[in-house]
């Protein structure tokens, strides 16, 4: 009953900046906890971002506290991921999903966005 697509990614040169959006469709997307994962080639998926259903708590992964910032705006069923201090090991695809509860988006989520490459130079 969700779709998800992301969009924003790119390459760019280590330092630089992206913000990847996820469009939303479908009713209560103020009902979901929304998060974001990324996959580099030969490794898992795994967790960088999430954010609550009225985007007032945030959790990150260690390795991406204090430069990424999740946020979003029900309003536009849309969730924001602003990267700063892009690194060489930030180069994965980005996935866009959507949980009703934290644990639930953790271990897999409910709905999956394409995924929007990131790839960042040395």
């Known amino acids: 009953q969700v779709q998800l697509v992301e969009s924003g990614g790119g390459l760019v040169q280590a330092g630089g900046s992206l913000r990847l959006s996820c469009a939303a469709s479908g009713r209560s997307f103020s009902n979901y906890v929304m998060g974001w994962f990324r996959q580099a080639p030969g490794k898992e998926r795994e967790f960088v971002a999430d954010?609550?259903?009225?985007?007032?708590?945030?959790s990150y992964a260690d390795s991406v506290k204090g430069r990424f910032t999740i946020s979003r705006d029900n309003a536009k069923n849309t969730v924001y991921l602003q990267m700063n201090s892009l690194k060489p090991e930030d180069t994965a695809v980005y996935y866009c999903a959507a949980a009703r509860t934290r644990p639930r988006l953790k271990i897999g989520g409910d709905y999956w966005g394409q995924g929007t490459q990131v790839t960042v130079s040395s």
């Open positions: 954010v609550s259903w009225s985007g007032s708590s945030t």
